[in-house]
């Protein structure tokens, strides 16, 4: 599994700092500020994951959820994006976009790309060749008007966004994959290697060598197919 590479500094040289988000929503007469959302305060959803396994730590369980949307794991059935309506109930029941906002399909294909950009890059935590054309169509569909920083000589830095609509919601999964970056734990959230797979899983294991989301499952599977593949190798060369 990658490490963190030279020159990146040790974990306990990275500064703290707490992620505040505040929304804001824009009332028939005027302006005015809805209540402040800390992103530290969020509930990490609570989902099943195969084999038992552990989720991802803290915020970045939200971001291992978004990246497992492309399959409905409860239901057995892919797709949980099937529709704007869907995506924009996915993002509600998650505290990013105020409830009943309706999106269009655009709205849909760029979540997709915001998506699937951050599962090539799970893929590549994961051992696989870098999808640089997912990662043009991640960066595109994230410029929008996003959070911003606010600074102050007594306080945290707060990173803010005007109101809480799609483009809050995905710089937001943005903010909490760079933290993560940051924080070193990003590297081990992975797509399982799995030819059918590819679901997002934490590699909570000692030495971070993980491979499959599960090993009842996936990796068992994956062992007898080798093991196949190996015998009849050796019975056509005999």
């Known amino acids: 599994m990658r490490g963190r590479g030279p020159g990146f500094p040790p974990r306990s040289a990275l500064p703290a700092f707490t992620i505040l988000l505040v929304m804001e929503e824009r009332a028939a007469r005027g302006d005015r500020r809805s209540q402040e959302l800390s992103l530290g305060l969020l509930a990490a959803p609570v989902e099943t994951q195969p084999g038992e396994r552990e989720p991802a730590p803290g915020l970045l369980a939200l971001v291992q959820s978004f990246a497992n949307t492309f ?63 997912a990662g043009e169509r991640l ?3 994230l410029r929008g008007r996003g959070l911003f920083v606010q600074l102050g000589a007594t306080k945290r830095a707060e990173f803010k966004a005007e109101r809480r609509d799609l483009d809050a919601a995905l710089a937001s999964i943005a903010t909490m994959v760079a933290i993560a970056q940051l924080d070193g734990s990003w590297s081990q959230l992975k797509a399982c290697r799995s030819e059918h797979c590819g679901w997002a899983f934490y590699d909570h294991s000692r030495n971070h060598a993980g491979s499959w989301c599960a090993m009842s499952v996936c990796g068992s599977r994956v062992k007898a197919r080798d093991y196949r593949r190996r015998c009849k190798r050796q019975w056509e060369t005999r």
Do not use: I
């Open 71 to 133: 399959w409905d794991l409860e239901g057995g059935r892919p797709e949980q994006f099937s529709s704007p309506s869907s995506l924009s109930r996915w993002l509600s029941d998650h505290q990013l976009l105020e409830p009943g906002t309706a999106l269009g399909p655009a709205d849909l294909r760029r979540t997709l790309d915001v998506r699937e950009g951050l599962r090539a890059m799970l893929f590549f935590n994961n051992g696989a060749e870098e999808d640089r054309q």
């Open 139 to 141: 960066n595109r569909a």
